[in-house]
């Protein structure tokens, strides 16, 4: 890079990133440029005002993040209704943490995003954690060569304090079971779920792919009723310590459970099961949009949109 640019850097043509730092501060200098974007995004053909029954011109107001009808003064508030509502923080300090969550592979800590954009960890929780409910998925059409697996998260059940033992949904060992399929190349959904019997498995199998497709799973007993269910059903016998059978493996959505485990593991250390679902709502959503040329930013501010803040977090 010439020293002439040092003080307007730019992002090298070689990198990785599709969208670094530095143009999201060009992109997003301050909260006004931030609740313009908010209006283009969430107001695309324009505002429209219940009293001029019509969409009309709205002017910005100066004292306030709110725009007045140009012919009634009709007072339109962006922010209510989304993730942004109620909240003291700056609309700029709501992105940034967007950004920081979106630019990391394995996710961030609340305790990070609260020391990098400098708010209490109280704050930076509940930003977490409204930032990441509107990232949930339900899909209920995959469809093609699907793998279907379980997973288990969480400590043993000896291990646990008393005061959590009874209230704990667990599966073997005091631990939560989550249900999960992929399609081969396509989406994946994880699913906590109350335990690890076939008619729970079996109805998220009805209620997430569509009938005729080839399904490939372990040697679980619970699977058995596939067929007639009218899925095609392949196996692989992991007890014989065989992994792939000719195309019949599961080692896409095992892949998957590695990459939300060691996440979990290396950056919150632990989860607990009431929050469970969030976080693999979040790793979803990521492996998801996994090789898309648009940057995983712009996919997380695609999700804001009005009525997220009914759904309170907790």
């Not at 009309?56 to 942004?84: D, L, V, W």
């Not at 279907?148 to 043993?156: N, R, V």
């Not at 599966?171 to 076939?198: M, Q």
Request: proline fraction near 5%.
């Amino acid at each position: 890079m010439s020293k002439a640019y040092r003080n307007n850097p730019v992002r090298c043509d070689s990198s990785d990133s599709p969208y670094s730092l530095m143009e999201f501060e060009r992109q997003y200098p301050d909260d006004a440029a931030c609740l313009e974007s908010l209006i283009q995004s969430l107001y695309p053909n324009g505002i429209y005002c219940p009293t001029c029954k019509a969409v009309t011109k709205h002017h910005r107001e100066a004292k306030r993040p709110s725009y007045a009808c140009q012919n009634c003064g009709h007072h339109e508030h962006p922010m209510k209704g989304t993730i942004f509502e109620d909240s003291a923080t700056s609309l700029k300090l709501w992105f940034y943490a967007i950004y920081l969550m979106s630019a990391t592979r394995c996710g961030i800590s609340a305790k990070q995003i609260g020391r990098e954009i400098g708010v209490t960890y109280k704050t930076a929780w509940r930003m977490f954690h409204l930032i990441r409910k509107m990232l949930e998925e339900e899909p209920n059409d995959l469809s093609g060569n699907v793998e279907i697996d379980e997973s288990f998260y969480g400590g043993k059940a000896k291990n646990k304090h008393a005061i959590k033992k009874p209230n704990q949904k667990s599966g073997p060992a005091g631990k939560t079971v989550v249900w999960g399929a992929v399609e081969r190349g396509g989406r994946v959904v994880a699913r906590v779920v109350p335990d690890g019997k076939y008619p729970t498995l079996l109805e998220q199998v009805r209620s997430r792919v569509l009938p005729e497709s080839m399904v490939f799973t372990d040697e679980a007993d619970q699977y058995s009723a596939l067929p007639s269910m009218g899925y095609q059903h392949k196996r692989v016998n992991h007890t014989a310590r065989v992994y792939v059978d000719g195309d019949a493996h599961t080692n896409t959505i095992e892949g998957f459970w590695s990459l939300t485990k060691n996440g979990i593991r290396g950056v919150y250390r632990n989860v607990s099961h009431k929050y469970l679902q969030m976080y693999l709502n979040e790793y979803a959503f990521r492996f998801n949009r996994r090789g898309r040329q648009s940057p995983m930013f712009h996919h997380f501010m695609g999700r804001i949109q009005k009525g997220q803040r009914l759904n309170k977090v907790g």
